[in-house]
């Protein structure tokens, strides 16, 4: 009885406030719309997110910081050294307001900020693989180079293939007496010179096709190396039909 004079002393007061004006009753239209900006932001959020750490992801590849880590801990030094944190701070910055919007639909409401964290974190760990996976960064890339492709071109220029210190990474083109010769993903022909120490090892191990990537200084278009390491090859990033033709937007 106590409970349904109280439900309906809260129904007295609200239609209270509603005659009196203090409350305004809004057209279902205005729900419907905020519902539908709501979710298209969450999705442009989300798309957004896993563009940029896909390209994050590429653009360590093409460099060659993405595999710095077999290196050891000198290669691990390096590789947080070169990691892009202004990008990274972009996707931090907009994982937050995906989070922000994510805690207004109510089944993200009522669950711990831990687990919504956690969903978005899985949600743009399987896009980004997925689009990793794909040719869609390295067409643009090349477009980029080829300055045909404005506005995000800049991007791609200034931070897809960005020159760290002493890693060269490349795709062999030739083995020769004291080392090789590579092609990088800008287009690039190094001539990689191995000291002895290190010669016999690489003979047997890297051929021609190979893709390295070489910790060594550089001095015009030779690098003298000093460690080296056979990795994945990207097969978007070194093929040579693109190759041919390109001058490179290095010089």
């Excluded at 239209?29 to 442009?44: A, E």
């Excluded at 959020?45 to 590849?61: A, N």
């Excluded at 191990?205 to 080296?228: C, P, Y």
Aim: charged share 20%.
């Amino acid at each position: 009885m106590n409970n349904q004079q109280e439900k309906n002393s809260i129904i007295d007061k609200v239609l209270n406030k509603i005659k009196s004006g203090r409350v305004k009753m809004k057209p279902k239209i205005y729900f419907i719309l905020k519902t539908v900006l709501l979710i298209s932001g969450t999705l442009v959020l989300i798309s957004f997110i896993i563009y940029f750490v896909s390209f994050v992801i590429f653009s360590l590849r093409v460099s060659g910081v993405l595999f710095l880590p077999k290196f050891g801990f000198s290669g691990m030094k390096i590789f947080l050294n070169s990691l892009p944190w202004f990008l990274i701070l972009i996707i931090a910055i907009l994982i937050i307001l995906l989070e922000i919007f994510a805690k207004k639909f109510t089944f993200v409401y009522r669950r711990p900020i831990l687990y919504s964290l956690l969903g978005i974190i899985m949600i743009v760990f399987i896009g980004s693989f997925l689009i990793d996976k794909t040719p869609f960064h390295s067409n643009l890339f090349w477009k980029a180079q080829q300055r045909r492709l404005p506005g995000i071109g800049m991007v791609y220029r200034n931070f897809g293939a960005p020159r760290i210190g002493n890693v060269h990474h490349g795709a062999v083109s030739e083995v020769i007496d004291n080392g090789f010769k590579i092609e990088t993903p800008c287009g690039e022909a190094l001539t990689i010179v191995v000291s002895p120490k290190i010669s016999l090892i690489l003979k047997t191990d890297i051929k021609e096709g190979d893709a390295i990537v070489v910790l060594g200084k550089r001095s015009n278009s030779t690098v003298q190396a000093f460690d080296i390491r056979k990795v994945e090859k990207d097969l978007n990033l070194f093929q040579s039909q693109r190759v041919r033709g390109y001058k490179s937007f290095w010089k």
